[in-house]
């Protein structure tokens, strides 16, 4: 995707962008290229496939929701910044926090932010070790591809309010929607609504699940990481 195709998908997915985030998101890929080069973050380096499966795939998030009504957004596992750096590109009020338990990605991060002047909370911790500070804290949480949505549901809604969301952005997703029928409901949240398309130009196919928490979660949630995975192998 050329960044002429970006931003006329842009205008398909109704997102204007701020005066300055064309610019930041070229300053992103050519950091991002560069940094590639000594330290491994994404196996996606061409210019045109960053814009369309890092940067355009980040913003099809819009499609479930309105992100002028959120104020806090948690991106679990986070990577090289996808969705939630590129989020905060677009919506400069969100009050962003990217947590991943691999430091070099967020040295990246923290480099890459100062560079485009952005404030956002870097965390260098596994999702279930940070619940401690900031449980039902967020409006929204996010995750892309990091694991599979039972495994992700249990990292991620004990961190939203009541009220709030966790959405995982995925490929093909109908076997784990299956099978977090169970720990749902466990969780006090519920599924309430799935968003299948293909991307532009190589019609790959994604799966967006926006989630519910409808009333607090047990604090006995997340269990530790190798309880939760005896779970879902
Ligand atoms: N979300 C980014 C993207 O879509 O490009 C990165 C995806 S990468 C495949 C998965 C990331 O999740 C890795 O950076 C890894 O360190 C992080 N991760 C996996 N399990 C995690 C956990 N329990 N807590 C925090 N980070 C985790």
């Given at each position: 995707m050329t960044e002429q195709e970006f931003i006329k998908n842009l205008t398909e997915l109704n997102i204007t962008p701020p005066s300055d985030a064309l610019a930041k998101l070229k300053t992103y890929c050519t950091f991002l290229q560069n940094y590639n080069k000594h330290t491994n973050l994404t196996a996606i380096t061409e210019t045109k496939d960053i814009y369309l499966k890092h940067f355009y795939d980040s913003l099809t998030i819009i499609k479930v929701i309105d992100l002028n009504t959120i104020n806090t957004l948690l991106d679990i596992g986070?990577?090289?910044?996808?969705p939630g750096l590129v989020l905060k590109i677009f919506y400069p009020d969100l009050e962003v926090t990217l947590l991943d338990s691999n430091n070099k990605k967020l040295k990246f991060l923290e480099e890459l932010c100062e560079k485009l002047d952005l404030k956002v909370t870097l965390v260098h911790a596994r999702a279930e070790e940070y619940i401690k500070d900031k449980r039902e804290y967020f409006d929204l949480v996010t995750s892309r591809a990091v694991a599979s949505l039972p495994i992700l549901s249990e990292l991620s809604l004990p961190y939203v309010k009541v009220n709030g969301y966790f959405i995982a952005l995925k490929g093909e997703a109908q076997n784990e929607i299956q099978s977090s029928s169970h720990i749902l409901p466990t969780l006090n949240s519920k599924i309430i609504e799935i968003k299948e398309f293909t991307l532009p130009i190589e019609e790959s196919k994604r799966t967006i699940i926006k989630i519910e928490k409808l009333k607090p979660t047990s604090p006995t949630y997340p269990r530790p990481y190798n309880q939760i995975l005896k779970d879902y192998k």
């Open positions: 986070t990577g090289a910044g996808f």
